[in-house]
């Protein structure tokens, strides 16, 4: 998988998931906020949390 927005925020917070479509698509969905599907890419978030090293995708 390549993930979409290589530069965001969110693929270093344990609050992101990756979210794939049957047709391939590939989303990040934040569980944090209240908003669930952000314009991307995040640069900065008050939320972010890191994600434990051994979870890196
Ligand atoms: S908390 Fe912020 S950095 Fe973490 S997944 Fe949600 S939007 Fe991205």
Request: aromatic share 8%.
């Amino acid at each position: 998988m390549s993930p979409p927005f290589p530069s965001s925020l969110c693929h270093r917070c344990a609050h992101n998931r990756y979210i794939t479509t049957p047709r391939g698509s590939t989303f990040l969905r934040c569980g944090a906020l209240a908003q669930k599907y952000l314009p991307q890419p995040i640069r900065r978030c008050p939320a972010f949390s890191p994600r434990p090293r051994q979870e890196s995708p």
